[in-house]
């Protein structure tokens, strides 16, 4: 990289300077927006201890689910785990930490790190487990609990294009939880389907600005499905 140039053009370059026991916030739904590439790189370097930050933890043999194969996830701060079969066996096994997050107030999390916000309160989770140990108030007669804010050492981040400055574009559904977490980590790596030049992007359709993206690599993407269903023939 040179200048305001953050292109890097290896998986090793893109995730340079990941160590164990490091925090990894991680953009997706589901298996739709997820960096593929930057998964599977993660995969190979074979860095354990991790705390991963994500809705969810993909699916058996795809998307972060792959992380779960060498037990290289210490601790999933997630939303929903109903698609894992591996997530599942190591969480009763006590293999797998879990804190589950009411979705919301997940995205909350990341949106208030990149922010500068330590903490937030919301109603979700009150007079619930979610609540537990957590400090209470009320406003305006109704009952809040305080939810900290999440950073990471590494955001990873599934974008439509970028330019070579960093700036991003998702596309449809793919922007979910991406534009919060790319705001939340000390080191943001966004992959990309495609790379233009700086001006070639209308500024008003710019959904996170390259000022928040340290390296931008351009990968190619399976966009499994993650659920096929269809409709009975009469």
Same mark, same amino acid.
């Given at each position: 990289?040179?200048?305001?140039?953050? #292109?890097?053009? +290896?998986?090793?370059?893109?995730?340079?300077?990941?160590?164990?026991?490091m925090?990894?916030?991680?953009?997706?739904?589901?298996?739709c927006?997820?960096?593929?590439? &930057?998964i599977?790189?993660i995969?190979?370097?074979?860095?354990?201890?991790l705390?991963?930050? +994500?809705?969810?933890? @993909?699916?058996?043999?795809?998307? &972060?689910? #792959?992380?779960?194969?060498?037990?290289?996830?210490?601790k999933?701060? +997630?939303s929903?785990?109903?698609?894992?079969?591996?997530?599942e066996?190591?969480?009763?096994?006590?293999?797998?930490?879990?804190? &589950?997050?009411? /979705? @919301?107030t997940?995205?909350?999390?990341?949106?208030?790190?990149?922010a500068?916000?330590?903490?937030?309160?919301?109603?979700?989770?009150?007079?619930?487990?979610?609540?537990? $140990?957590?400090?209470?108030?009320?406003?305006?007669?109704?009952?809040?609990? &305080?939810?900290?804010?999440?950073?990471g050492?590494?955001?990873?981040?599934?974008?439509?294009?970028?330019?070579?400055?960093?700036?991003?574009?998702?596309?449809?559904t793919?922007?979910?939880?991406?534009?919060?977490?790319?705001?939340?980590?000390?080191?943001?790596?966004?992959?990309?389907?495609?790379?233009v030049?700086? $001006?070639?992007l209308?500024? +008003? /359709?710019?959904?996170?600005?390259?000022?928040?993206?340290?390296? #931008?690599?351009?990968?190619?993407f399976?966009?499994?499905?993650?659920?096929?269903?269809?409709s009975?023939?009469?």
């Amino acid at each position: 990289m040179a200048g305001f140039d953050k #292109v890097v053009t +290896s998986y090793a370059d893109a995730m340079h300077g990941l160590e164990e026991n490091m925090t990894i916030i991680a953009g997706g739904f589901g298996l739709c927006g997820i960096p593929e590439g &930057l998964i599977a790189e993660i995969k190979r370097m074979g860095t354990k201890g991790l705390t991963v930050v +994500s809705n969810n933890c @993909g699916v058996d043999g795809f998307g &972060l689910g #792959v992380l779960l194969e060498d037990k290289q996830i210490k601790k999933m701060v +997630s939303s929903y785990v109903g698609e894992n079969a591996l997530f599942e066996k190591q969480l009763l096994n006590g293999e797998l930490e879990v804190e &589950l997050t009411p /979705q @919301g107030t997940l995205a909350e999390k990341m949106r208030a790190g990149g922010a500068g916000i330590p903490a937030f309160y919301t109603a979700t989770g009150f007079g619930t487990p979610v609540g537990e $140990g957590k400090e209470s108030r009320q406003f305006n007669g109704r009952d809040y609990i &305080l939810e900290e804010a999440i950073t990471g050492d590494f955001a990873i981040i599934k974008a439509w294009k970028a330019d070579r400055y960093g700036n991003c574009i998702y596309r449809h559904t793919a922007m979910n939880f991406n534009p919060m977490a790319a705001t939340a980590g000390k080191i943001t790596v966004v992959e990309v389907e495609e790379i233009v030049e700086p $001006g070639e992007l209308e500024p +008003s /359709q710019i959904h996170t600005p390259g000022i928040y993206v340290d390296r #931008v690599i351009q990968g190619s993407f399976e966009k499994r499905i993650e659920r096929l269903v269809t409709s009975k023939g009469a």
